[in-house]
């Protein structure tokens, strides 16, 4: 692998960044979902209701930080750890804008998002096992098994992007989306709608996010995996949620919507490329605020019908894309 180096402050930048954006969203969250469904969402402490977010994050906080004297206290203390640092670790290879990247500049980036996806899994995994409670057991076994289904997908939805472009890395993907986006572009191949479909589904499988959070289903499992969980690891697993959002949110702009691309790229501030910082910052918000639109508006399906529409529906669907677009490059490629 071929990097540029690390850049302290762009990490110092990006935690920061991420981190605070992740605690905002719990607001915007609130207040979306208020405005979709007709009430008024958080309102009365500060300026509309932002002060809600303080408040939460000072009862983090201070909450009594419990551990379960039935619990593995080693692998418990872990496990929130484990959920907050791979997804932290994924923005590590996240272009933002034209040789601005998180960390660094690696050639393999894809493969890198992939592998900290999947290494999340043992936190949940370890996080349930460790509580010693039938409903975090249950909750874990979901959680692991619907990640590890849904990373198949994930992945195979990423290969028609990887062949057009002809390379793992991110940023290579970004410059190859010059000539048209490839959701909608036939420059290299054909718009890949599919793949983008597959991969926003599969996302939001692996963030456990409503309507797709049947590990942490409160109807059946209490809480599911973090059930026992309580102060400021609570908020790690919590916290991790929304970070995991972001970063689906700005893979899907970066692979499909031409990353920080737009129709005005040339102006600058301060020596920064400030106009494809802001379109990046644009679309990736326009994501998020799509999956806490998808909270409002889907109901939750069975666990069941879950797995079956991912085995029976998205892999042969992810399969077709994939033979499909190699078919295409090939046949253009003579």
């Keep these: 692998m071929s990097a540029d180096g690390v850049n302290p402050l762009m990490v110092g930048a990006i935690l920061t960044t991420v981190v605070g954006t992740a605690a905002l969203l719990i607001w915007v969250e609130r207040r979306m979902l208020g405005l979709w469904q007709d009430r008024w969402g958080p309102?009365?402490?500060?300026?509309?209701?932002?002060?809600?977010?303080?408040?939460?994050?000072?009862?983090?906080?201070?909450?009594?930080?419990?551990?379960?004297?039935?619990?593995?206290?080693t692998v418990f203390v872990i496990a929130p750890a484990i959920a907050m640092a791979t997804v932290l670790l994924a923005f590590a290879v996240v272009p933002v804008a034209p040789g601005i990247h998180v960390a660094a500049d690696w050639n393999v980036g894809i493969l890198f998002v992939l592998g900290m996806t999947s290494l999340a899994v043992y936190a949940v995994l370890l996080g349930g096992w460790s509580s010693n409670s039938k409903y975090a057991l249950i909750g874990a076994v979901r959680a692991a098994a619907q990640s590890i289904s849904y990373e198949v997908f994930m992945g195979l939805a990423l290969v028609g992007v990887v062949i057009q472009a002809g390379s793992f890395g991110l940023a290579d993907i970004v410059e190859a989306q010059r000539g048209g986006w490839n959701i909608v572009s036939y420059q290299h191949g054909i718009p890949q709608v599919l793949g983008f479909l597959l991969f926003m589904i599969a996302g939001l499988a692996e963030t456990h996010r409503l309507p797709l959070d049947l590990p942490e289903a409160e109807h059946e499992l209490t809480a599911g995996f973090h059930t026992e969980y309580s102060g400021m690891k609570f908020g790690m697993f919590f916290v991790g949620e929304y970070v995991a959002v972001i970063l689906v949110s700005a893979l899907l702009t970066t692979?499909?919507?031409?990353?920080?691309?737009?129709?005005?790229?040339g102006l600058t501030l301060f020596g920064w490329a400030f106009m494809p910082l802001l379109w990046f910052c644009l679309k990736t918000g326009a994501f998020i605020l799509f999956f806490v639109l998808l909270r409002a508006a889907i109901p939750r399906p069975r666990y069941d019908q879950l797995m079956r529409f991912g085995w029976l529906v998205l892999l042969p669907l992810a399969l077709l894309n994939t033979a499909v677009t190699g078919a295409v490059v090939l046949w253009r490629a003579g």
């Design 255 to 265: 692979l499909y919507f031409g990353g920080w691309l737009g129709p005005t790229c």
């Design 43 to 73: 309102n009365r402490v500060w300026f509309l209701g932002i002060g809600q977010v303080v408040a939460d994050m000072i009862k983090i906080f201070t909450k009594d930080d419990w551990v379960p004297p039935f619990a593995d206290r």
